[in-house]
């Protein structure tokens, strides 16, 4: 079974911080996506990155890390400096073959607080 | 502008009463999904349909009912069987060549008393 794990409810941060939330996923495919989205107070989810399980190098995008290691079936994502624009929810997602790539399994999300 | 549209963003109905939630898009895209989000819980799939006039159960389909008539819309029927359908409800849709980025509407929050 796939199975997504944040085990971060909600965390605080004041402006400027750097804050990194967790992801650690279960499945038993060898060829999988990972993703991530934001859900910001409007309700809508936006699409920030989606990884393959071939694809182990980090990505940086602006403010925005991810460290994908397949060893400890993590992917977490660093935000750099953060900003009160930062503050959602935050979500980790898994597909694979064994439910069908359509088909994403989400975490229960990560709800950051950025206070000025 | 090409996006998603859900209506209405709020939506409030007695109990025993069936409610059709809107979906549309004009991405053009082949895929559409609705996702169920209760409080401190993430996204869970009720139905997916990957071409026009068919659909597929998700994890959660018991209570609800959906067609696909057109590429462009996909309604989300919650019936009276449904047991808890106050939630927020989300409609997605990708391309069949990027399945796997799915864009997501502003959702509708359903409330039934």
């Known amino acids: 079974a796939q199975k997504v794990t944040q085990a971060q409810t909600e965390i605080s941060v004041v402006e400027k911080e750097d804050v990194t939330l967790d992801c650690v996923y279960e499945?038993?495919?060898?060829?999988?996506?990972l993703f991530w989205y934001k859900q910001p107070p409007s309700g809508e989810l936006v699409f920030l990155i989606r990884?393959?399980?071939?694809?182990?190098q980090n990505e940086i995008s602006g403010r925005y890390s991810w460290n994908f290691q397949k060893s400890t079936s993590s992917f977490n994502f660093t935000i750099t400096a953060s900003q009160v624009v930062d503050s959602a929810v935050y979500f980790c997602?898994?597909?694979?073959?064994?439910?069908?790539?359509?088909?994403?399994?989400f975490g229960t999300g990560t709800r950051l607080l950025v206070s000025p | 502008d090409g996006g998603i549209t859900q209506s209405p963003k709020y939506l409030f109905r007695k109990e025993g009463q069936n409610v059709t939630l809107s979906c549309e898009q004009n991405l053009n895209h082949d895929a559409m999904y609705w996702y169920r989000q209760d409080p401190g819980q993430g996204l869970r799939l009720i139905y997916y349909?990957?071409?026009?006039?068919?659909?597929q159960k998700g994890d959660i389909a018991e209570g609800y009912s959906v067609s696909r008539e057109k590429k462009e819309s996909f309604p989300l029927t919650v019936t009276s069987a449904q047991k808890n359908p106050t939630a927020f409800y989300l409609c997605?849709?990708?391309?069949?060549?990027?399945?796997?980025?799915?864009?997501f509407g502003p959702g509708t929050r359903l409330t039934v008393t």
């Open positions: 990884r393959n399980s071939f694809d182990e």
């Open positions: 997605a849709s990708s391309n069949r060549a990027r399945y796997y980025e799915q864009y």
């Open positions: 997602a898994l597909s694979g073959p064994n439910t069908g790539f359509q088909k994403l399994v």
């Open positions: 499945t038993r495919d060898t060829t999988y996506y």
């Open positions: 349909s990957q071409i026009v006039n068919d659909f």
